[in-house]
């Protein structure tokens, strides 16, 4: 494999923004795209969590009222954010066997799903919507994906619970590699801020039940952090060899220099203590973009909020990259857009793009007192300035539950 794979369109709809350029002002300006469900459903199932970082704009208010009817809501947000993508990208006309779909998701169509079998459950079958199950599939939003814009050379959707888009990244970029496609569309959606996924992660203690402090509530690496917040949106990369990129006059945002998935093997929802599995991950990523520890830039850790997985992912980091860690700044962005489920690692993914453009790395918010088993360079308050000029490299981990471990990495250009 030697073929150097390039990301030339960016889009996203998440807690921050409808897009791109709004999400990566607010997550730099350190705010909050959490807030307090304004919905019935929160008093008539008394949940114990009531907020989530929902989405800034809802994809009803961009797609037509006949394209939301047939999509879930985790296939809207796919598609608006492929939608400035590919027109971020340029539009590039391609043979649509050429062009190819590597798309994630944690869960899928949990909004179909309920509403189908509450329809059923109390109107009878004949109300349930003869489009259900296209909408509820898990593979709805690739497969969506690739009938907007006629790709015909693959649409794969990957499950790996939080791990899911980062490792459909990862594809991507074999994909490309071994001569599957010249362009693929590539990330990962959810639309999970539904009353039982929200009691279901609740029970299971999972969840942060702060309650009265929303904005406040996920709180990566600090010493009182509880849980993490559910968030809602996509994230889409526009991926392409840098063969075709230059032949069509492509702007270039960076390098995809490979990653690496790896299984802990080591209990359901608990990461590995140690973190044995997420470290492989990273090595690998290393070995594979052929750089060493001291040459690392930045970090956009996976950073929950939950007691023991920040801890892991430091072990997971320090055992490969040794002193250097110490020096690293890291990004840990759940604290403002909340956790996205198999749609955050393409979402952080982007941020880890648009961090080594403008050389900065955004502030961690809600950090206040670092827990001192958790020593991370972690800037707060203002952006931290990257190095002005030479090569930066940086990785972007997701993990999760099943022991998924899948790591990233990002290069200049």
């Not at 003869?130 to 499950?159: G, K, Y």
């Not at 996509?234 to 299984?263: D, F, K, N, P, W």
């Amino acid at each position: 494999m030697s073929k150097k794979i390039v990301v030339t369109g960016l889009g996203t709809s998440n807690p921050l923004g409808g897009d791109v350029a709004s999400t990566w002002q607010a997550l730099l300006a350190g705010e909050s795209g959490v807030s307090t469900i304004d919905a019935p459903w929160v008093e008539q199932y008394d949940l114990p969590v009531r907020f989530a970082g929902q989405a800034k704009v809802r994809p009803t208010e961009v797609l037509t009222t006949v394209e939301a009817k047939r999509l879930d809501p985790s296939a809207q947000f796919a598609i608006v954010a492929a939608r400035e993508a590919w027109q971020d990208a340029g539009a590039p006309e391609i043979d649509p066997t050429r062009l190819g779909v590597d798309f994630a998701t944690g869960i899928g169509g949990v909004w179909t799903l309920f509403n189908s079998y509450d329809a059923l459950r109390e109107k009878g079958p004949r109300r349930v919507l003869p489009l259900t199950v296209p909408m509820l599939m898990a593979n709805a939003s690739a497969a969506a994906i690739s009938l907007e814009f006629q790709a015909q050379a693959f649409a794969r959707t990957v499950l790996s619970a939080c791990a899911s888009s980062v490792e459909s990244i990862v594809n991507a970029y074999d994909h490309l590699q071994q001569g599957f496609a010249d362009v693929i569309i590539a990330g990962g959606t959810e639309s999970t801020i539904h009353p039982l996924p929200l009691a279901a992660f609740a029970s299971m203690h999972a969840l942060s039940k702060d309650n009265d402090n929303p904005a406040g509530a996920s709180r990566p690496l600090d010493v009182s952090r509880n849980g993490f917040v559910m968030g809602e949106g996509a994230a889409v990369l526009v991926l392409e060899t840098e063969e075709h990129a230059l032949a069509r006059g492509a702007r270039i945002y960076a390098e995809i220099t490979g990653g690496a998935v790896t299984s802990d093997s080591y209990h359901i929802t608990a990461p590995d203590p140690e973190g044995l599995g997420a470290a492989r991950a990273v090595k690998a990523t290393l070995k594979q973009a052929n750089q060493a520890p001291e040459t690392v830039a930045h970090i956009n850790l996976h950073a929950t909020s939950t007691p023991v997985g920040d801890p892991a992912e430091y072990k997971a980091l320090h055992s490969v990259l040794g002193d250097a860690l110490a020096s690293i700044p890291v990004a840990a962005t759940k604290g403002n857009t909340g956790h996205l489920l198999g749609g955050t690692g393409a979402l952080e993914t982007l941020f880890t793009i648009k961090a080594l453009q403008d050389r900065v790395v955004p502030p961690i918010i809600n950090l206040h007192e670092q827990d001192p088993e958790i020593p991370f360079l972690a800037p707060t308050g203002e952006p931290y300035a990257l190095p002005a000029e030479g090569e930066l490299f940086a990785i972007s981990n997701s993990f999760g539950f099943g022991g998924h471990n899948a790591v990233v990495g990002v290069r200049t250009v």
